[in-house]
């Protein structure tokens, strides 16, 4: 039976065919195949299937292609190689001193060595988990001056002589890491430009593990969305795809976070194109997700109302230990309950994230809470409770500081009109002038969540029968337009 060797090539993720045209490029015949492989995932639609036949590519090629590529995956396998660290790091723990382990010690000078090599070659430090290495190397510098195997010592003080900066990089850059953590735990990230400065030095410096790396440029990014800065977003997203692909180590667990990371990111500086290529590989990757909390690609399939992949995200737990659910992730949860029309479980959810607004001092979890909320309270036709709730006092002045981040609370200001037009208290003509004002996509500043959001909310008036003017019209034809893409990742809701 033939290998279908176009299916092996769209099972790779576009992180793959960068790590693969990085790595295994080395013969005039491999280069051909991964140059046309990659020109397909970036000229044409990420769901159309790519054919060796269409580019001229004979079935040989394409067979030693696939070959090497396997290969070369199993070969470097972060997965694997941290699973036999891990078995070293146990038998260190559990062997008695005076045994002497001469297998065990070869070969882990020889894994460390080999990194040495990749780490020279890519200018980076090669190993995903730079904690673990440092402790291994620190227990084989014991072992051997123990038992005096003073030929290996020597091996093992040169390669700890080399380490010794990225250790120490990556040591300085984790506290740095956990005192930002902690900093913004409550997600203000306002006031992340107090602290940008330290954060891009310690993120451009590549003696450091890759998990650090991602994790700084999560503020990085986050930084330059809240301040609309997209051309210096760009580059991280750029910078950082190159640092991945250019590792030794391919980390399939760890793509599978970062096509989300990259799908968000994209979006946000309005490269639809780019950023589909990314959702298309995070909807097939079979990878389960476990790098990180799923909040942030929770949040993603869900503004993009794709319930089907959501699902996938919702954390496993019984429903009488709510209480030990991330705070931030209950209203992600309601939604997705609400939009999966299961509402007994959204009102649920709901509930105990509104109990958590006076606790959590976040615009980000007041505005995805309250969004939420109206949404579900509309639905239920409870319109005089949406106007209640907005019109207190306390409620309003977090929803004024709420929109120092532009239109990110826009559902909660439309909900609110709606329902004043439900409940007969502002005439037609005023409706409309309003949402004039509050719906305005023209902006390059608009996200396209947002667009998505505007263009669903417009979708509700139609369905009211509510008549929209020209300027509207107008402006709910260019919202189709705009996310006419996005609109066919989404589930019907």
């Given at each position: 039976?033939?290998?279908?060797?176009?299916?092996?090539?769209?099972?790779?993720?576009?992180?793959?065919?960068?790590y693969i045209n990085n790595n295994i490029g080395s013969s005039s015949e491999r280069i051909d195949v991964i140059k046309k492989v990659k020109y397909h995932r970036e000229n044409e639609p990420p769901d159309k299937p790519f054919k060796y036949q269409d580019y001229n590519l004979d079935r040989k090629s394409v067979s030693r292609f696939k070959f090497y590529s396997e290969k070369y995956f199993e070969n470097h396998s972060w997965e694997s190689l941290h699973i036999k660290l891990k078995d070293f790091a146990r038998k260190f723990v559990t062997k008695n001193v005076s045994e002497l382990d001469p297998e065990l010690n070869k070969e882990l000078i020889h894994i460390l060595e080999t990194g040495k090599k990749y780490c020279i070659n890519s200018k980076q430090f090669c190993f995903h988990n730079s904690t673990i290495v440092r402790f291994l190397l620190n227990s084989l510098l014991k072992d051997l001056r123990h038992h005096n195997d003073f030929k290996n010592l020597e091996i093992a003080l040169d390669l700890d002589e080399f380490y010794k900066p990225y250790f120490e990089n990556h040591e300085k850059c984790e506290r740095f890491y956990s005192r930002i953590k902690l900093k913004y735990q409550t997600r203000k990230?306002?006031?992340?430009?107090?602290?940008?400065?330290?954060?891009?030095?310690?993120?451009?410096?590549?003696?450091q593990d890759i998990l650090n790396k991602i994790n700084l440029s999560g503020l990085v990014t986050t930084y330059y969305q809240f301040y609309k800065k997209n051309s210096d977003q760009k580059l991280i997203i750029e910078e950082l795809i190159n640092h991945i692909t250019n590792n030794p180590y391919r980390n399939t667990r760890l793509n599978a976070f970062i096509n989300n990371f990259f799908f968000n990111d994209y979006l946000f500086i309005d490269e639809i194109e780019e950023a589909l290529n990314y959702y298309h590989d995070l909807k097939k990757d079979n990878t389960e997700f476990k790098v990180g909390s799923p909040l942030y690609i929770l949040g993603v399939t869900l503004n993009l109302y794709d319930t089907g992949s959501a699902k996938r995200f919702i954390p496993k737990h019984k429903v009488d230990e709510i209480d030990k659910v991330e705070d931030f992730i209950l209203p992600y949860i309601a939604k997705y309950y609400h939009l999966s029309h299961k509402q007994e479980m959204a009102n649920l959810y709901i509930e105990h994230a509104l109990k958590k607004i006076k606790?959590?001092?976040?615009?980000?979890?007041?505005?995805?809470?309250?969004?939420?909320?109206?949404?579900?309270?509309?639905?239920?036709?409870?319109?005089q409770e949406i106007i209640d709730l907005y019109e207190n006092i306390t409620f309003?002045?977090?929803?004024?500081?709420?929109?120092?981040?532009?239109?990110?609370?826009?559902?909660?200001?439309?909900?609110?009109?709606?329902?004043?037009?439900?409940?007969?208290?502002?005439?037609?003509?005023?409706?409309?002038?309003?949402?004039?004002?509050?719906?305005?996509?023209?902006?390059?500043?608009?996200?396209?969540?947002?667009?998505?959001?505007?263009?669903?909310?417009?979708?509700?008036?139609?369905?009211?029968?509510?008549?929209?003017?020209?300027?509207?019209?107008?402006?709910?034809?260019?919202?189709?337009?705009?996310?006419?893409?996005?609109?066919?990742?989404?589930?019907?809701?």
């Open positions: 039976m033939k290998t279908n060797l176009n299916k092996f090539i769209n099972s790779l993720s576009y992180l793959d065919i960068l990230w306002e006031e992340l430009d107090h602290d940008i400065e330290e954060i891009v030095k310690h993120y451009q410096n590549n003696k606790k959590v001092d976040s615009i980000v979890y007041f505005v995805e809470t309250y969004s939420t909320y109206y949404m579900m309270l509309f639905r239920s036709k409870k319109y309003k002045l977090r929803h004024i500081s709420s929109q120092k981040i532009g239109d990110y609370n826009f559902e909660i200001r439309f909900y609110y009109l709606l329902a004043k037009y439900c409940l007969d208290t502002i005439p037609l003509n005023s409706l409309i002038n309003k949402l004039s004002k509050l719906i305005i996509p023209i902006s390059q500043e608009t996200h396209a969540f947002t667009k998505l959001k505007m263009k669903k909310s417009l979708d509700i008036l139609t369905n009211l029968n509510i008549p929209l003017d020209e300027q509207l019209s107008d402006r709910y034809n260019k919202l189709r337009k705009d996310v006419l893409v996005l609109e066919k990742l989404s589930a019907q809701v």
